[in-house]
């Protein structure tokens, strides 16, 4: 286990419940459409499948550079897959896409990586162009945050992993679009256990102090004897929120009430301030490192960042950062063993040099500062 010199992930506490009164929930975001709310956003593609009736053997483009969940989905669902490269800026391939759209393709899939958007209105002009639909994957953007228009209302369906932003264990979100996709999932709610589990999880990510060790102990004693007992306690005890592998049997899972509480409590302007605020800190601070590079260097306005992607020069720079405790990530380990990466030289690339680095909101001045010098060693060294 790899341990930090600052947070991995937003922590929960107080102050982000604070609010002027006017409440702006991610939920209400899009009207009157239907939303679905699941646990993971991969169970929300998998049933945006079915929203487009999507039929075993029909195929599905999906860009070369990914995090595998999602292509399960599509593959467990039954459909298949093709995929299209992209550009090493994260921009999609168009001529890619065209060559590879055949009579059995049905959908496209679109990913705003990191929350910035992608050319979105290309996309639906040839999906329309085409006849086929469009999947907008923002799984990396706040709901209601965009560039002047709302990401995820450009797609048939939309699709958001709210865990993301939020420090809750789970969240996903299904938007159907289109007026003519009909969807009935009947939802499970979490079980007692995985409540437990959950409320234990949200505990320990709570509040940075000791106060809520013993109650985490507590639950964590109760799930392990009850995980030796029933196997639906064993579940709740095994599951993990950084396995990303597809679990066909909890897909009709849906959102936990603790989480959806946790979000439709959250302050946003200042979870959006905040993001904000230390991406363009950290911007500007490695402006001049010798080798890496911002993909984005100035923040667009309306834009809530996910994480920071930094074009590196090296391979592979998240190994020496995490060596010093810095919790950067690349998508080099959750490729899909189905892509033949060899001719996808883009998302070869980005997967070699692009990291994502933390900027989220419980990172403080200190932490931004201990981050740019931790990189600024490396590529200096
Ligand atoms: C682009 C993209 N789509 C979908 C997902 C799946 O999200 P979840 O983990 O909520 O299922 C991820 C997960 O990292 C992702 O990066």
């Given at each position: 286990m790899d341990s930090f010199i600052l947070p991995k992930e937003p922590r929960l506490c107080w102050n982000s419940f604070f609010s002027d009164g006017v409440t702006r929930s991610p939920f209400n975001q899009f009207g009157n459409r239907p939303a679905h709310y699941l646990f993971w956003a991969r169970n929300a593609i998998y049933h945006g499948l079915a929203a487009l009736a999507v039929k075993p053997g029909d195929q599905i483009l999906v860009p070369a550079f990914h995090c595998a969940t999602l292509v399960d989905a599509i593959l467990q669902y039954g459909a298949e897959v093709q995929f299209y490269d992209i550009n090493a800026?994260?921009?999609?391939n168009f001529s890619h896409i065209e060559?590879?759209?055949?009579?059995?393709?049905?959908?496209?899939?679109?990913?705003?990586?990191?929350g910035f958007?992608?050319?979105i209105e290309e996309f639906r002009t040839l999906c329309r162009k085409r006849n086929i639909y469009l999947i907008e994957d923002c799984a990396h953007v706040l709901p209601g945050m965009s560039d002047g228009n709302l990401l995820g209302s450009f797609g048939d369906i939309g699709v958001f992993s709210l865990r993301k932003f939020f420090p809750i264990y789970d969240g996903g979100l299904l938007i159907?679009?289109?007026?003519?996709l009909k969807l009935n999932i009947v939802l499970e709610t979490t079980n007692p256990f995985l409540s437990l589990k959950i409320l234990k999880n949200t505990l320990e990510r709570s509040f940075a102090n000791r106060q809520w060790s013993r109650?985490?102990?507590?639950?964590s004693v109760f799930l392990k004897i009850f995980g030796n007992l029933s196997?639906?306690?064993?579940?709740?005890r095994n599951l993990n929120s950084y396995d990303l592998s597809f679990d066909l049997h909890a897909v009709n899972r849906g959102m936990s009430w603790i989480s959806k509480k946790i979000v439709e409590h959250t302050y946003l302007?200042?979870?959006i301030a905040r993001r904000r605020h230390n991406y363009q800190k950290l911007s500007d601070?490695?402006?001049?490192?010798?080798?890496?590079?911002?993909?984005?260097?100035?923040?667009?306005?309306?834009?809530?960042?996910?994480?920071?992607p930094l074009l590196s020069e090296r391979k592979n720079l998240h190994l020496p950062l995490r060596a010093r405790g810095i919790p950067a990530t690349t998508w080099g380990g959750v490729i899909h063993p189905t892509l033949r990466l060899e001719s996808y030289p883009g998302a070869q690339f980005l997967y070699d040099h692009l990291v994502f680095l933390p900027i989220h909101q419980s990172l403080e001045e200190q932490d931004i500062s201990n981050l740019t010098s931790g990189l600024r060693q490396i590529v200096t060294s």
């Amino acid at each position: 286990m790899d341990s930090f010199i600052l947070p991995k992930e937003p922590r929960l506490c107080w102050n982000s419940f604070f609010s002027d009164g006017v409440t702006r929930s991610p939920f209400n975001q899009f009207g009157n459409r239907p939303a679905h709310y699941l646990f993971w956003a991969r169970n929300a593609i998998y049933h945006g499948l079915a929203a487009l009736a999507v039929k075993p053997g029909d195929q599905i483009l999906v860009p070369a550079f990914h995090c595998a969940t999602l292509v399960d989905a599509i593959l467990q669902y039954g459909a298949e897959v093709q995929f299209y490269d992209i550009n090493a800026d994260l921009t999609p391939n168009f001529s890619h896409i065209e060559d590879r759209i055949r009579e059995k393709t049905k959908a496209i899939l679109a990913i705003h990586y990191c929350g910035f958007p992608q050319p979105i209105e290309e996309f639906r002009t040839l999906c329309r162009k085409r006849n086929i639909y469009l999947i907008e994957d923002c799984a990396h953007v706040l709901p209601g945050m965009s560039d002047g228009n709302l990401l995820g209302s450009f797609g048939d369906i939309g699709v958001f992993s709210l865990r993301k932003f939020f420090p809750i264990y789970d969240g996903g979100l299904l938007i159907i679009n289109n007026p003519d996709l009909k969807l009935n999932i009947v939802l499970e709610t979490t079980n007692p256990f995985l409540s437990l589990k959950i409320l234990k999880n949200t505990l320990e990510r709570s509040f940075a102090n000791r106060q809520w060790s013993r109650a985490v102990a507590l639950a964590s004693v109760f799930l392990k004897i009850f995980g030796n007992l029933s196997t639906t306690a064993r579940d709740a005890r095994n599951l993990n929120s950084y396995d990303l592998s597809f679990d066909l049997h909890a897909v009709n899972r849906g959102m936990s009430w603790i989480s959806k509480k946790i979000v439709e409590h959250t302050y946003l302007p200042t979870l959006i301030a905040r993001r904000r605020h230390n991406y363009q800190k950290l911007s500007d601070a490695i402006e001049n490192l010798p080798g890496v590079t911002a993909l984005y260097a100035k923040l667009p306005e309306n834009i809530t960042p996910w994480e920071f992607p930094l074009l590196s020069e090296r391979k592979n720079l998240h190994l020496p950062l995490r060596a010093r405790g810095i919790p950067a990530t690349t998508w080099g380990g959750v490729i899909h063993p189905t892509l033949r990466l060899e001719s996808y030289p883009g998302a070869q690339f980005l997967y070699d040099h692009l990291v994502f680095l933390p900027i989220h909101q419980s990172l403080e001045e200190q932490d931004i500062s201990n981050l740019t010098s931790g990189l600024r060693q490396i590529v200096t060294s």
